[in-house]
């Protein structure tokens, strides 16, 4: 379980540059849930995993990992229950080392290091297993420089990598926003599988809102580091990528500042087709149900 409570960070406080970027967030992330995370640009979504990961420390606030406050740790030494898949898919693999050696060091991710054999004869076998459930024949490549794959098969590797120690927690940051469509769309069917099959509590910040309603059980939406809006698993199952267009509508008319990003914008069209990319922009629209953005107090908007 990820406990969050209170967490506050404000990047060049004092100064002319002073940004809020994380304001009071309290989220519980229970065993097996999977949480997808939407906002447009500086919502606070990056600076929310960074806080969860030890990327960043928070200025207060408590972050808690099953029974253990891990609020100050930094990140190596939460990297034993915490994994991450990054949107650069140069970011979760040596590109110099084979596919084979950068599987061994993540399977021991966390651990302590000895003199023994990285990739053992048993080892290999395993490899070979667990890259075929891919799909992309890397199974058939493991003695090949992980710098010569494509992004698509890099993202792909990355995944299971972040996996192979059974984390308590698994992030994913955009892991397939650099991606062409077609890539990205096996990417996050993969993404599904892994998650389901090996129960992993889960936390991904995703702008292709179709994403964000296929896959989880939860759906939380962050603005200027607060969450204003939160579907439960029922609520989400009802919902369609115009009721959470209707949310963006609904923030910027109450914020009176745009609310959607060309990344959001571009995530849409690309997923939902151009026509609900179109709907962002024009009047009306209503959503299914949640804790709406126009319904926060003042106070918390």
Known sequence: MLSI???RKTFFAGTVNERVALNGVSLTVNEGDFVTVIGSNGAGKSTLLNTVSGTIIPDSGEIRVGDRTVTRLPEHRKAKWISRVFQ????????????EQNMAIAQRRGLSRGLS????????????????????GLENRLGAKVGLLSGGQRQALSLLMATFSAPEILLLDEHTAALDPQRAQHVTEITERIVNERHLTTLMVTHNMEQALRLGNRLIMLHEGRILFELDAEQKRGATVADLLAEFRKLQA??????????????????????????AVAPGGAPTGGSSAAEVAPENR
């Open 117 to 136: 054999r990285g990739v053992t004869r048993a080892r290999r076998q395993e490899f070979t297993e667990e890259l075929k459930t891919l799909q992309l």
């Open 88 to 99: 650069d898919p140069m970011k979760g693999s040596s590109p110099t080392l084979t596919i």
């Open 254 to 279: 109450a914020t009176g500042e745009p609310a959607l990003d060309d990344a959001t914008l571009l995530e849409t069209a690309r997923s939902a087709g151009p026509n609900a990319a179109a709907e």
């Open 5 to 7: 409570t209170d967490v």
